[in-house]
């Protein structure tokens, strides 16, 4: 007997194991009702124990769907919204109880992560409503293209965004990402208005994106923002090489290396000669 949708796991070792097709039974009436509500989620998965997406050690909630296409995507199986489990904003809330105290006791708390979460706003802000009211801390991992969807009082239940920035000259960020980075920028100084704590995630591919003159754009510009409070520079890997082998989507970066020591703290240098706690 195989397993209802509804009732398929949540709990992933990691964000890196392959989910596909799994909401792909929910009728596109129904997908389109849990957008406009956001009663209900597209979730690849929740992982526990992560230390490195926010303060403490924290759960986190793996959104499926994306807009953008970024050449070294780690996770492609998030892309596709009808490849996560549908769950309802009961459900998200009832698992997230479960660890309620420990991530207290860790200085933790949840992030919402994907895929790109902002894809889904409206149960994005409901799951951090009821985290809210479990005394739960806060964070999103996004690309800030849909920051515009939040509203003032939706940002107020966001404690900490984690905001990528991907590359600073447009024309380069169009072929790496697909999309503009206008938009990213635009809510990066819509957070800094409004004094919203910020950390920037800046991923770092040898010859894609160590550019130091276009580093030096963006560290620029982050630093000019006045409420990023650190920056953290993460080294490309292939850990997700096989998800695009897998889901048959070309990938460019077969050949590609993670950056040497050499080259992440040349990077690092960059943002600190801005004045930016960068790890
Ligand atoms: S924004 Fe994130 S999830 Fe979307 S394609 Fe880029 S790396 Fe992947």
Known sequence: MTTPIQEQPLEAKSP???RVNLGKGVPESDVRSALATGDMGFLHSFTTGAAVDGPGVRVVAWTAGCMWRCVYCHNPDTWTMSNGIPVTVA??????????????????G???????????HRFVVKLFTAAKKMGVHTALDTNGYYGEK??????????????????????????LTGMDNGPTLDFA??????????????????????????????????ASLGNVERVDVLPFHQMGMYKWTKLGIPY????????????VEQTIGIYKSEGLVTY
């Open 110 to 120: 949840l992030t919402i992560s994907g895929g790109e979460p902002l894809m889904q």
């Open 252 to 263: 460019t970066l077969e050949e590609k290396k993670s950056p040497t020591n050499e080259l």
């Open 150 to 175: 939040l509203s003032d009082d939706d940002l107020d239940v966001i404690d900490l965004v984690l905001l990528d920035i991907k590359m600073w000259d447009p024309e380069r960020h169009r072929k």
């Open 91 to 108: 459900r998200a809330s009832d698992e997230l109880r479960k660890y309620r105290q420990g991530l207290k006791v860790m200085s933790g």
């Open 16 to 18: 890196f194991e392959l």
């Open 189 to 222: 100084r819509r957070l800094a208005a409004r004094k919203r704590k910020v950390w920037l995630r800046y991923v770092l591919v040898p010859e894609l994106t160590d550019d130091p003159a276009d580093i030096k754009q963006v560290a620029a510009f982050v």
